[in-house]
């Protein structure tokens, strides 16, 4: 069966409108769905209690007739078709369910991929675009009452391996770095690049006790510059969202996290220098 038109990417400023009427679709094609199950059951008792009566197979000799007993499995036959195709509906409305799902808080947080909100380089949030999702995972803490953490990164040599290999180099590591944090990422997990250095990651129902072993998931991030493995180091710190902050606020002490590896001295790549 074709895949609804609603599903279909590209919503744009109806977006919040398609949603809701292809949602009313599918209810609607549920409850049909429902109405037929209990149409074709009741059809099903009816047959199997006409078996009871003899009266209705007396005609052995036509080519046409059926036994009781055939006929009891004949409708059992059907039966089975039948709930073979109710399981494969079912199984398809929840699987367009989910995908509208996916579509509506891609609409809502700005994920419908408009490619000039995303950082060029790394292909993660950029400061500004950020936001909008960090809105979102607040809305939700508030809701559910669900963790919220922040780990912030800081390359720490970045203009020093620019200068021994140049600009290539400089790409290569911030490339590389992305794709780290997003190796180390859950699937609600998402990244942003705050400045040339600097990193964010965003850490839904993660309290700040297990951002340790998100640390030990993106470990050691190397490039091969001339044909050399060079490490590219960074520190890391981290902060959870306290009540009644907005995006605005939590980035403001993000910057002052980071702001600290700016003045410190250099620390092992993967140690903790600040923590609030």
Known sequence: MDKPDFLEAGWGGSGAQRFQDGMRWLKRREWLLWVSTLVVTLLALAAFLLTVFPGFFQEHDKWYALRPDQTVWAILCLLLLFNAWLVYRQWLFRSWHQQAEKLNVAQESGESLDPTSLDPVTGLYTRASVEAPLGKEIGRVKREKTALSFLALHLDELPQLTAR???????????????????ASRGSDFAARLGDEDFLLVLPECHSGAVKQVLDRIGKVEINCAGAKVQVSYAAGWIDYQSGELPSDLLKRVTEVL?????????????VTARR
Do not use: V
């Not at 290999?165 to 190796?183: C, D, N, R, V």
């Open 259 to 271: 702001r600290l590896y700016h003045h410190a001295g250099k620390d092992d790549a993967t140690k």
């Open 165 to 183: 290999h140049g600009q290539a180099a400089h790409i290569q590591a911030l490339k590389e770095f992305a794709w780290a944090l997003k190796k």
